[in-house]
Every structure is written in structure tokens, then in C-alpha cells.
């Protein structure tokens, strides 16, 4: 059985970078379907008590994690689950560091659906949103790693990948809808 769990858990890692949309999709996609939907951060925030909002400022990213796969494990009740959040993120520096590859691993993830978009785009999201200014650069560097790294650990652990380039309109969810039925997870 799948991570010695009694019950079959179906996992779909929702990735992106900041501001990609991840959040949206994923309560339009629970809405329409009724899947689980957990954010990452806001698991990680419950127990260690740090905010991810404007800053995205991580202090313990290792721990982090932990506190992450823990609770997943914890959620014995739950067949099918969204869990969206990030294979790479800032540290306290603005430099893009990418997430242990054994985190993924030891959530027992099923799928990964990375969202993309313009990161011109990403970049006034994140502005309007957090009210704090954004290098393209930086975030153009974080949305290059995130698929980088999306695609090694798609490859290592043998899950499927589907990249979907975000249109902010209902074809965003009918699009990861039919992928997720293909794929099994509802």
C-alpha cells in the first residue's frame, strides 16, 4: 500500500511560483469537483506560526518541509487531495533556493500540475497583491528554476507532469479537471 497508509490517498501537487494563480484554480477546481484543497504555506504557517505574505521570507525551509509532510501524513480521512506550494522559493536574500527533492518524495505524490504565466504578468499580480515591488529578474529566475525543478522531480520519482500556461478563464479549470480525471485522482 502507498506509504503504508490503510486508505489509497491520490495526491496532486499544484505548482507555480508566486503569484501564478494556484490559490484561485485550486478553490474554482474544489468547487466544481469537491477535491481537498490544502496550501502548503498555510499548513506550515498553522504550526510554526510565520507569515508567507508579502515577504515570502522563509527562515527554516527544512523544517518547513517536515512540518508539511507531517500534517499530509495526518490527514487520514482525506482520498484526494490538492496541495498546492512551491519546488523553489527565495531565501532571506532574494536568491532562489529549490526545495529537497525527498519532500516530494515523501508526500507520495501522484501528480504535478505546474502553473505558468507571463511573468510580466506575475510580476503587476504580485505588486497589486503584496504592494511591494518585484525585480522581473528575480521572479523571471524563480518561474525558470520552478520548471526546472518540477520537471527533474517529475523524472526522478516517476510522476506525471502536465505544464499548464494559465488563462485566467473557466478553461483553466476544465483543462486541469480532464487532466486529473485521466490521471485518476477524481
Not at 498553522?46 to 527544512?62: F, I, P, S
Not at 490521471?183 to 477524481?186: F, M, Q, R, W, Y
Given at each position: 500500500m502507498k506509504g503504508g497508509n490503510f486508505m489509497l490517498k491520490k495526491l496532486c501537487f499544484i505548482a507555480g511560483i508566486y503569484g501564478v494563480g494556484k490559490t484561485t484554480l485550486c478553490e474554482k477546481i474544489k468547487n466544481k469537483v469537491g477535491i481537498e484543497f490544502?496550501?502548503?504555506?498555510?499548513i506550515i504557517s498553522?504550526?510554526?506560526?510565520?507569515?508567507?505574505?508579502?515577504?515570502?521570507?522563509?527562515?527554516?525551509?527544512?523544517r518547513n518541509q517536515e512540518i508539511l509532510i507531517s500534517k499530509i501524513k495526518k490527514l487520514k480521512d482525506v482520498e484526494k487531495i490538492l496541495l498546492n506550494g512551491h519546488f523553489c522559493i527565495f531565501d532571506n536574500n532574494n536568491y532562489v533556493i529549490q526545495l529537497p527533492i525527498d519532500t516530494y518524495s515523501a508526500l507520495d505524490i501522484d501528480l504535478i500540475i505546474l502553473l505558468e504565466r507571463d511573468t510580466k504578468e506575475i510580476?503587476?499580480?504580485?505588486?497589486?497583491r503584496d504592494n511591494k515591488k518585484y525585480l522581473f529578474q528575480d521572479i523571471e529566475q524563480l518561474k525558470i528554476k520552478e520548471k526546472e525543478t518540477a520537471i527533474m522531480v517529475s523524472k526522478q520519482l516517476n510522476i506525471p507532469l502536465h505544464i499548464h500556461n494559465m488563462t485566467f478563464d473557466e478553461s483553466d479549470e476544465n483543462t486541469i479537471i480532464s487532466f486529473l480525471e485521466k490521471?485518476?485522482?477524481?
Open positions: 490544502f496550501s502548503a504555506s498555510d498553522q504550526v510554526n506560526g510565520e507569515k508567507y505574505g508579502k515577504n515570502k521570507l522563509v527562515k527554516n525551509e527544512k510580476v503587476r499580480e504580485l505588486i497589486q490521471e485518476g485522482v477524481i
